[in-house]
Structure formats: C-alpha cells, structure tokens
C-alpha cells in the first residue's frame, strides 16, 4: 500500500554499498557527471583506453550534426580507429584480466534441475568454433544473419561469433510469428537463419523450428536472399552428446519427444555437426568505431518494424560503462537481468555490457511463474544473485500472490535491484523495496530506449537519493531536455517533450537502410534535439519523470508496439473495413489493446469473429501484441479531414466521459454509441 508520506520522501542508499561504490555520493556524480558532458572527448577518451584497439584513432574523437536544417544526420565517436567487440569481451578478460576460469554465464534452463554454466575461456573457444562455421558457410564482414532462439547459450554465442567476423546479427525475439520474422529477414536481407528445434516457456511448447520453416516459406515467395538455417538441437539434445553444455534431466527425455522439427536438406544444417569440425582459434575482423554491429528491430508509429542501427564503438563504450555505473558492479557479483535477448535490454546488460566488464550472470531460459511463483526468488538464492534487472510487469504480476512466496526465500545476497521497460507505479516500486529487496537494496529505475543503446536516465545506486516512480538523473553524457509544443526549452519545474541535446556514444546511428526515415522520426519535429518520442516531467528538485509515450505507441509489458502495426493486421480480416487501437490501463502489463473495428457489408460482429481477429494479430505479430478487447463500431469518430480521434476512443474505452472539445468531429453523434456499447474493462 502506497501511504501518502510514501512517495513524497527521498529513499536514500544504504551505508554499506558507500565503501566500494565506483559513485559514492551525489557531488561525486555530479562532478563526473559535468565532466562528460561538457569535456565528451576526455571523459570518453579515457575511458576508452581500457578497451583494445588494434588501431588507436586520431582527429576528431567525435563529429555529429543533430539538426535537420543543417543539413545530414550523423553521429561519429572515434571513426578511424579499430577493434573488435568480441575481442574485447572474451580475449581481452581470458588473456590480459586472466578472467578464463571465470563463470561468464550460469544457464538455469526452463525445467528446474535443467542447468549448466559456461567459462569466459570456453566461452571465447564456442564463440571462435561458430564463427569459423559462419566463415565457412560464407558470411562475410558486413553481412546480416538473422537470429531466432530462444534464452539459451547458443544465442550469446550465436551475436558474438557475428561481432567477431564483422557481421551484423539481427535477433528477433522467439516469441514473434512467422510474419515478423519474414518481414525482419527481408527488410534486412539477411543471407542466414539461426534457430532451433524447440523450447518451452513454462508449460507450453514453442515449436520454433516449424514457425521459421512458415517464415521461410513466405520470405521465398517475395524473392528473399535467405540462403541457410542452421538449427540448435536444444529440446532433443538429449540424444546428442554436446561437450559441456548438457545437462542429464529427467524431465527434459520427456519433452523431446514432442518436439517435430521438419527438415529440409538443401537448407538446414545442425549446429552441433556444424561445430563439430570447426577449429577453435578465430582470427577476429578489425572493424573501424564506426562499422555496424546489429540491428535490432522496434516498433515504429508507420506500422512497420524499425531496424535500429548500433556501431561497434560507440555502443561497446557505452553498454559497458552504464553497467558498470548504473549496476555498480563489482567483481564479485552475480547479476542476473531477466530481459530476453530479443530486446535490446538483453543485448547490452545481458551480453555486452556483463561481458564488457569480465562479469557473472545467469542467463534464465524460462518465466517467472513456473514451475511456481517463487522461481526467481528460488534463482537468486541458488546463484546467490546480488545485482538483479527485471521489469515493471514482473514485478506486478508477482505481487498478486503476497508476500509469501518471496519469504520462502532468504534473498539476502541481493544489494541492487533495478527496473526497466516502462514508468514503474510507486506501489509496484514500494513492494520491490520492501519485499524484495527489505529496504536494504537501492532500485535503479532505468529510463532508455532501443535507440539509445543504453541506460539515459538512471540513479546510480550508492550516490542517487530515489524517488518512487522517478528515474531521476541523467546518466555521463546525457544532456536532456524538456520542450515545449512550440519547441522551446522549458525550465525548472516543468512537463514537455524529453529530448536529448548532444549525443552519448550508444545512439544509434540510423534506421538500416532508411536514413531518411531516421532523420524524420527522430530529429525532425525539433530540429537540433534527439527526440524520444516520450513524455516528461522535472520536479522542484530536478527529478524527470517519465509520464507515457505521446506518439502513436503502446506500451505492453515493457515492449512498445504501434497501434498501427496492430490495426493492419486487424485489417487483413477480410471482415475488417476499418480499425482503430488504443492503448488501455492494465493492472499487469501497464497497457493493453483495446481495439475499435467498423464491419464491411455482410458480416456479423459475433464472439467467433472477435476471437478469429484475436488470433490474426497474434500470428501476424507475436502473442504480446494480443488485443485485450475487441469493439464493434458502427462507425468511428473522425475529424473533419477523415482523421481518427484516437484521443476520443481512449476516453471511450476507459469510460471517462470528459471529452474536451469535440467540436472538429465530423459526426459527434457516434460518440453517444460507442459509450453504450463498450467492452467490459472492470476486471
Ligand atoms: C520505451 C522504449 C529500454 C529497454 C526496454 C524498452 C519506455 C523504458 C522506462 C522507464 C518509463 C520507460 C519509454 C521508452 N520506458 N524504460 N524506466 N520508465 N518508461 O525498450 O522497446 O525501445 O522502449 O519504453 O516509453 O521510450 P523499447
């Protein structure tokens, strides 16, 4: 419960974290802090010499141009200079930190009793083998390979053998259909598939393989450049003899024998033969700063997939940096981020970032809630876990069931926890404290996005006083801002648009293959800023937060999608002749879809047509894009120009009958309709 000195007061870091912190207090952060901001190239610069560079750089250590009217987009740190990313995540920690025999990743699979761990030495060997086997098959520097696993170790060494050979990885989260994979595989072009037979998630079973197999199809139809897929055996594997990397599990000789992976010989290939014959010394690519390093698709307010663009500089410098600040990590800890790798939450603090700075994670195959609800708790006790990652919506959903299942546990290894994904309501961010974390952990509230790489707004656990449902400060390098309708920067206390002024190393550099796309989405509205797309507010002590996108998107368990993307699948329906989608308050996911359909002539709105449009959405996006609730319109409101008001159907479907002005509406009266016939939202 949320009690009304509760938010108001100023949660401050214990004592104990102070000695060792790399921030040991606020004016230390905020010295560092003017440091980066107002000296980017000696704050970087120095910490750039930590990393291995084949070639040092000379000139400029940063050139950029971030406003429209000047001219191009583009964000240089360090260009000229080469590394490899890979490099320095395993050979430098196995051979200059002697970090071999260190664990890099504790692998807790879905089933309990299902687990194994990896060194950084093994490690580096797997991630050598692989991209010998990638070199053999034909990638080469530049080139894009799409990734589709699940949460299994196969996946880290799968993004890292492309880093080592220069190629640019695509993950695409395995919880997307078929058509979302089709549709990132050909908007990136890429030459190669990596999948796997199967997985489960809790109790239910992902046949991953035959879902890529439809994708496959469909890419073929539209001319697609795919040429390879290769395939984990990760349910089956069982009945191989994988070095190292299998657990004997009872359970699991069960599951396998519902996996059905169709094969294809002029195309498929087993990873594990695959790996067999590959030598474990990989000389790696020396990329410049500035070469690609992945894309990594996020939703976008057209509809349509936006494929984020990193470089191999600038994002390396920054995920590393971040996680080592933001999570304070020392040598000692286990860290553990519950993120998929499918976002980019996984990639930089489940990859690049822990990797980056010789760290130990787990790495969780499964979900929060199986075999009970106790299972994080219960993994944070067997790795003895002391700095933990999660999301709002975890959060929420496991608050349903009290406080005993966490008591179970004794949790006592913990020191940080942290949060990301979306703005954290203070009662969710009050049990995490006290429950959780038993007033002894800092919670970093972490505000970034796809695009920036990295963490933008963020405590730093020993230094920052927090505030419930705040993620208060800028992190090194950030200068944010908040403007105005008009474009003009506000000050002091104040709500606007969050946009950032200068560039950090980790922003990403373009959308792939549509620069163009990248200027207007981002920098155009307010021409000399980055815009996040993000709502924002600064209190009386300078403390931003975050109140919601203010753009076309919807926030769904941490994950953004587009109402546009939903309402095209809608629309394929061939009952569908038009649809709206708002986003709708949820006790869990923070946001669900509520969505306005109008018929074409001849059919009827029956329960059987909203669960056919149900299950549209879900195979032409994924599961998390699932509606929540389905209206039948006669018709919808619209301006005067044929715009929906997608302000007005929010108010709709949150029952809330002040309007504001309606005079633009072309036709006032279907608003009367729509109230009446609502969906039931209590719940
Ligand atoms: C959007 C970015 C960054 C990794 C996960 C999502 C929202 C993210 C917070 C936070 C309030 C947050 C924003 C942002 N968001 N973190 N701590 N507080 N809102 O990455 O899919 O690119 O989504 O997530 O709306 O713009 P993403």
């Known amino acids: 419960m949320v009690l009304p000195g509760d938010q108001a007061r100023l949660y401050r870091p214990r004592p104990e974290l102070l000695p060792a912190a790399h921030v040991p207090s606020l004016p230390h952060y905020q010295r560092l802090y003017q440091r980066s901001v107002e000296e980017p190239h000696e704050f970087w610069g120095d910490i750039a010499k930590e990393f291995y560079w084949k070639r040092q750089h000379t000139g400029p250590f940063l050139k950029y141009n ?10 240089e740190w360090m260009k000229g200079a080469t590394t490899n990313i890979c490099y320095n995540l395993l050979d430098r920690n196995v051979n200059d930190k002697k970090l071999g025999d260190k664990v890099a990743f504790y692998w807790e699979g879905n089933e309990p009793g299902d687990y194994t761990k990896i060194t950084y030495s093994e490690l580096l060997q797997k991630v050598c083998q692989f991209a010998n086997v990638l070199r053999s098959q034909g990638v080469k520097k530049g080139d894009r390979v799409s990734i589709y696993l699940p949460m299994i170790l196969e996946l880290v060494i799968a993004m890292l053998a492309c880093a080592r050979i220069g190629a640019l990885h695509s993950v695409v989260f395995a919880g997307f259909s078929a058509d979302s994979l089709c549709e990132r595989i050909l908007d990136c072009g890429c030459s190669l598939l990596i999948t796997a037979d199967a997985f489960y998630r809790g109790d239910k079973l992902v046949n991953l393989k035959q879902i890529a197999d439809e994708a496959i199809r469909k890419c073929k139809d539209k001319g697609c450049s795919l040429k390879k897929c290769i395939v984990v055996k990760h349910l089956g594997r069982e009945e191989i003899a994988v070095d190292g990397t299998s657990s004997k599990s009872p359970p699991l000789k069960r599951l396998c ?41 996020t939703s976008g307010s057209t509809g349509k997939p936006k494929g984020v663009l990193h470089t191999v500089g600038g994002y390396m410098i920054f995920a590393a940096t971040s996680f080592k600040y933001v999570f304070d990590y ?89 949060t990301v994904g979306e703005p954290i309501n203070p009662e969710a961010w009050l049990w995490y404290y006290r429950v959780v974390g038993e007033e002894r952990c800092p919670i970093v509230d972490t505000f970034w996005q796809t695009e920036t790489g990295g963490h933008m707004l963020t405590p730093l656990p020993a230094a920052t006083p927090m505030k419930p449902g705040s993620a208060t400060f800028p992190f090194f390098g950030v200068v944010p801002a908040i403007l105005s309708e008009s474009g003009e ?54 403390y931003y937060w975050i109140t919601g ?35 709708h308050p949820h006790p ?58 997608r302000r007005i159907l929010r108010k709709i479907a949150k029952n809330d009958q002040d309007l504001g002005d309606i005079s633009t509406l072309a036709d006032p009266g279907i608003i009367k309709q729509l109230f009446n016939s609502r969906c039931d939202t209590k719940q």
């Open 66 to 75: 971030f406003d429209v009217t000047k001219g191009k987009i583009f964000i």
């Open 257 to 297: 024998q519902d996996v059905q992976a169709p094969w294809n010989p002029a195309m498929d290939m087993w990873w594990h033969e695959l790996m067999g014959g590959a030598s474990k010394e990989c000389e790696p690519e020396w990329c410049d700063a500035e070469d690609e390093l992945f894309i990594l698709y």
């Open 330 to 418: 020392q040598p000692e800890d286990v860290y553990w981020c519950t993120a998929d790798i499918g976002w980019i939450t996984g990639h930089s603090y489940l990859t690049y970032g822990p990797l980056a700075n010789g760290a130990t994670s787990v790495l969780f195959e499964g979900v929060p809630t199986y075999p009970d609800v106790g299972r994080m708790w219960s993994i944070i006790d067997k790795y003895k876990v002391t700095k933990f990652y999660t999301a709002p919506t975890a959060i929420r959903l496991l608050m349903k069931y009290g406080e005993e299942p966490v008591k179970k546990y004794s949790r006592k290894s913990l020191k940080v926890l942290g």
């Open 489 to 542: 920067e506000l000050e002091g206390e104040a709500e606007g648009y969050l946009v950032f002024k200068q560039p950090w190393p980790g922003i990403m550099r373009t959308l792939y293959g549509k620069h163009q796309q990248f200027e207007t989405v981002y920098f155009k509205k307010f021409p000399g800023y980055y815009v996040t797309g993000d709502g924002c507010r600064r209190d009386k002590d300078g």
């Open 549 to 583: 996108r203010i753009d076309d998107m919807l926030n769904v368990s941490g994950h953004l999608l587009s109402t546009a993307e939903v309402e095209s699948a809608l629309l394929e329906h061939e009952a569908v002749a038009e649809a709206a989608v708002v986003s």
């Open 588 to 645: 869990l996911k923070g946001e669900c879809l509520y969505c306005f359909v109008t018929l074409r002539e001849g059919h009827e709105f029956t329960k059987n047509l909203t669960d056919e449009l149900k299950k549209q959405v879900r195979e032409k996006i994924g599961p998390i894009a699932t509606p929540d609730y389905i209206q039948y319109a006669p018709s919808l409101p619209k301006t005067r120009s044929g715009k929906i008001t």
